[in-house]
């Protein structure tokens, strides 16, 4: 390649080539090169040009334009109309960090689509509870002054929380155990041909 030649198995003579290699890498391989742990003389021949993006936790105002973009995207492919995202859910989206950078963010684009319905505004229960840690939950609807959490709201409803004493990876379990019932009895209702508040 640094020749510009390649020789196909099975030819005697090389081949004129013009083509250019174009890696990515999240690594530092200056520091690899150091350690031992990359090719020295690999790196030079791939180091021409270098550019540097910055991850995804570094560039965070350009996280709602992505979502949107993404939310299109998979909504047009998986069938969902009319999606909308929700400030809450979108603060905690660009609240993460997002070690995963862009490929992340995607697939979880991705799965809130899945999870919603046609018309649905996209809120905190379509996210996936690592997205809502601790760090995230700071500043989302439902913590009073004490920090205690009294009312959740999401997309599915209104859900009641009991939480002094417990720790937020409790409340969120307590909260994604009512998420699971509530949407196992509008299922059931559905089943049976009830209405969900049918006595």
Do not use: C
């Not at 069938?79 to 997002?98: F, H, Q, V």
């Not at 991705?110 to 999870?115: D, L, S």
């Not at 041909?193 to 049918?198: D, M, Q, V």
């Amino acid at each position: 390649m640094q020749e510009g030649e390649v020789q196909p198995l099975g030819e005697k003579a090389p081949k004129t080539v013009d083509v250019r290699i174009i890696a990515a890498t999240n690594m530092n391989l200056e520091e690899k090169v150091r350690q031992g742990l990359f090719r020295e003389d690999l790196y030079y021949r791939l180091n021409v040009i270098r550019l540097y993006v910055p991850p995804l936790r570094e560039r965070r105002s350009e996280i709602p334009e992505l979502v949107h973009y993404f939310l299109d995207t998979y909504s047009q492919r998986f069938g969902r109309k009319n999606l909308t995202i929700s400030p809450e859910a979108m603060s905690l989206l660009i609240a993460y960090d997002w070690q995963g950078n862009i490929r992340q963010l995607i697939n979880e684009v991705q799965r809130m689509v899945a999870r919603a319905e046609s018309g649905d505004r996209i809120g905190p229960g379509h996210i996936s509870a690592e997205i809502r840690s601790a760090e995230n939950l700071a500043g989302v609807e439902g913590k009073d002054g004490s920090g205690n959490v009294q009312l959740i709201e999401l997309s599915e409803g209104t859900f009641n929380i009991q939480t002094q004493g417990k720790s937020l990876e409790q409340v969120v379990s307590s909260l994604e155990i009512q998420l699971i019932n509530d949407s196992l009895e509008r299922q059931k209702t559905i089943f049976h041909g009830l209405p969900k508040n049918s006595d």
